[in-house]
Antibody, heavy 120, light 108 residues
Framework: QVQLQEAGPGLVKASETLSVTCSVSGGSISGYYWIWIRQSPGKGLEWVGYIHDSGDTNYNPSLKGRVSTSIDSSKSLLSLTLKSVTTADTAVYYC??????????????WGQGILVTVSS | SYVLTQPPSLSVAPGQTATIPCGGNSLSTYNVHWYQQKPGQAPLLLVYDDSRRPSGIPERFSGSNSVYTATLTISRVEAGDEATYYCQVWDASSDHFVFGIGTEVTVL
């Protein structure tokens, strides 16, 4: 059974960098699309970005170039970095697995999410 | 950018049928997926590729997609179905993942 587990600091100061990792177990990290989603308190789901180990990436333009992702296949680890955070970046951050080769596939596996609070 | 439109809320009596719409331009050309999210939990995939159910999802949950509207139908609604339901697509023209705003379903 594929399992995803997010980790990172629960509190980040405004203007600093938010870093969240996602550990993947029970399945290969290679060949799949990995998607980052966030959810501000009381709000809906917002797509942050995606990455494929082929090097294919894309990000939500609303994040204005502040976001990047990476894959460490040797450690089965995904990473999300968001620079110059503000209180508007306070959210639960989820990682999820997409399709193996089809980007339009559904997100079948999700991590439990990690709440990151940005303090002013 | 592509937009998916959902009603913010919907109420249904136990045992009745809940119909949750998701609207979008030429939506029938997209693969629509539906997720259920209960408070404090991660979203759960309910329906994928318009109408297919992952293993373990009850048959009471079904989906369809027609021209401009995709629909998630919950038959014989139970108290445990209280949750927020999101539709989602991947938009090829922008290469973006898109979620609807979510429909909060209340069981009366």
């Amino acid at each position: 059974q594929v399992q995803l587990q997010e980790a990172g600091p629960g509190l980040v100061k405004a203007s600093e960098t938010l870093s969240v990792t996602c550990s993947v177990s029970g399945g290969s990290i290679s060949g799949y699309y990995w998607i980052w989603i966030r959810q501000s308190p009381g709000k809906g789901l917002e797509w942050v970005g995606y990455i494929h180990d082929s090097g294919d990436t894309n990000y939500n333009p609303s994040l204005k170039g502040r976001v990047s992702t990476s894959i460490d296949s040797s450690k089965s680890l995904l990473s999300l970095t968001l620079k110059s955070v503000t209180t508007a970046d306070t959210a639960v951050y989820y990682c999820a697995r997409g399709g193996r080769a089809v980007i339009s596939a559904a997100l079948e596996y999700w991590g439990q999410g990690i709440l990151v609070t940005v303090s002013s | 950018s592509y937009v998916l439109t959902q009603p913010p809320s919907l109420s249904v009596a136990p045992g009745q049928t809940a119909t949750i719409p998701c609207g979008g331009n030429s939506l029938s050309t997209y693969n629509v997926h539906w997720y259920q999210q209960k408070p404090g939990q991660a979203p759960l995939l309910l329906v994928y590729d318009d109408s297919r159910r992952p293993s373990g999802i009850p048959e009471r949950f079904s989906g369809s997609n027609s021209v401009y509207t995709a629909t998630l139908t919950i038959s014989r609604v139970e108290a445990g179905d209280e949750a927020t339901y999101y539709c989602q697509v991947w938009d090829a023209s922008s290469d973006h993942f898109v979620f609807g705003i979510g429909t909060e379903v209340t069981v009366l």
